[in-house]
Structure formats: C-alpha cells, structure tokens
C-alpha cells in the first residue's frame, strides 16, 4: 500500500503560530492557493480515495486535491489534529512546542495520535494508494512511527501542503520521502 500524507494548507493561526488543534480554523487565502498549487504534485500519482480530517482546513484541501484528480474522499475523524487541551488557541512562549505538550496533563498523547492514525489506514486494502489530508502534528506523529525515530533533524516541521509518503505491508511502514513541497 502507498500512503500519501498531505498537510493542508495555511490558516490564519498558521501566520500567528496559534496551537489550532481541534479548534476549526479555515484556511485564509493563501492556504487555498496552496491547496491548488500542490495539485501538480499529483499529475504522476495515482490515488484510489483521499482520506481527509473532518475539519475545514483539512477538508477544503482535500476537495481542491479530488477535484484535480477525479478521487472519491471519505471523511475519517480518527485524522483529525492532536488534542492540545488547554494549549489550544494559545501561541507558545516557548519555541519548543513538543516539550511543553509533553509536560502538559490534558494534552493528547502524541503516541495516541499515530495509534488512531494507523487504525484508519489499516482499514483499507494493502492493494490500494490513498491520500490522507491531515495536520502537521498527526502526520509527524505517523511519520516518526513509521521510521522508528524522529524524521529528519530533530522533530520534522512539516510545512503548509507539504507531501510525505509511506509504504506498508501490512507489518511495517516506510518512509519514502516527507515534506514535498509544489514549490
């Protein structure tokens, strides 16, 4: 199975460095551009279903990505964003956003995102390609999952409409490349 990760594109709170989490921000302008300039990125690819996040962000991109490509999407709620509790909405102090949610009692287990992640893709068949449109802390969490160790220096920043990819077997993945950009 291939898996295609895509982060959607760029929100309001993007720009402001605001945790987002499940809180549901649309993308602004330039996410939506992004969202049709990462379009190209599929003109070799083939999909069989996009998967998408059930907030906005996640949807919207998705659908300007099905558009492109003639791919039914399916709404899967298990893609949604991490869980930042009472650090939603908030803009970290700290530039080391995964040790103060690492230290905080109601923010989601970044090991119970990549869980839930993987459940979902377990559901669909070893044969097919599919394209999940998800967040950059759920992607990064699939994605250090699937290596075995953190991807790339330190804790990857996946950037807005970025593109990863994974292959799996049913037993283990592995990382193809992450962090394609359009541009």
């Known amino acids: 199975m291939l898996i295609y990760l895509l982060r959607h594109g760029e929100t309001d709170w993007n720009k402001e460095k605001r945790l987002q989490g499940r809180e ?21 690819i083939h999909l069989d ?11 919207v991109t ?16 298990d893609l949604t964003e991490r869980d930042f509790g009472s650090l939603s909405a908030t803009i970290p102090s700290s530039g080391d956003i995964f040790r103060l949610t690492d230290e905080t009692d109601d ?20 044969n097919s390609s599919i394209l999940l449109v998800s967040h950059g802390g759920a992607i990064n969490s699939v994605l250090v999952r699937a290596a075995g160790k953190v991807v790339g220096p330190g804790r990857t920043r996946l950037k807005n409409t970025c593109l990863s990819c994974l292959e799996y077997d049913g ?11 359009a541009e």
């Open 171 to 181: 037993e283990s993945f592995n990382v193809l490349f992450y962090n394609r950009t």
């Open 24 to 44: 549901d921000v649309p993308l602004n302008a330039t996410g939506i551009q992004q969202a049709h300039n990462a379009t190209v990125m599929f003109d070799d």
């Open 49 to 59: 279903l996009i998967l998408t996040s059930p907030l906005s962000r996640a949807k």
């Open 107 to 126: 923010v989601e287990p970044v090991e119970h995102v990549a869980d839930r992640i993987i459940e979902v893709i377990r559901k669909y068949p070893l």
């Open 62 to 77: 998705a659908q300007i990505i099905a558009d492109y490509t003639n791919t039914p999407v399916i709404v899967e709620p």
